[in-house]
């Protein structure tokens, strides 16, 4: 089964929010798939849910969050926990990088990755996504869903831990950006995608 490229060609959304939640029910989606697969079609599913993960937590790092910091009412807080949930999914995605997908450990491993990553997701949904629609005029949130879209553009395509700031992803995003975009090109040339 083929996945598409779809960082930076997803249907347009009218604010930011709702990029998001697309966003976050094709995660949810993928996530499942991962588990439901067998062989390559699992290697080629949870490479195509990394890239995924990588390009939209980027995004929010250097678009949402920073936003939702000076825009939200204890935007700071509910941030922080945010950043400190993102490290964690991009510290265990590292790892089950370097295990066999059909392996025990690798289903373990993932099983508790995908609980913890549908709870970020609920969690910025709850707590995040709507002090946003409540301090964002619909204006701001369209701005945002374009700015979104084109750190998308240029984001890592593997996750980095500790690249959680905007200031951060703007010193290591572009080399790595760079780094990953090759790798994916020469997987896709050598049939390994």
Known sequence: ???????GQRPESNDVVALLMNQHEEIRTLLDEVLERTGEERRHAFRHLVHLLA????????VVHPYA????????HVVADRLKEEDAAKRALKRLESLDPDGPAFVEEFTSLR?????HARAEET???????????????????KAVRAAEAVAPTRPHPGTDS???NALFGPPAAVADRARDAMRKVLGRS
């Open 1 to 7: 089964m083929g996945y598409p490229d779809t960082a």
């Open 55 to 62: 390009v939209h937590e980027t995004a929010e790092e250097e």
């Open 69 to 76: 910091r000076r825009a939200a009412e204890g935007g700071e």
């Open 115 to 119: 609980e913890s990553v549908r709870a």
């Open 127 to 145: 707590y995040e996504f709507t002090r946003l629609l409540d301090a964002g005029d619909p204006a701001r949130l369209q701005a945002l869903a």
């Open 166 to 168: 905007a200031a951060k």
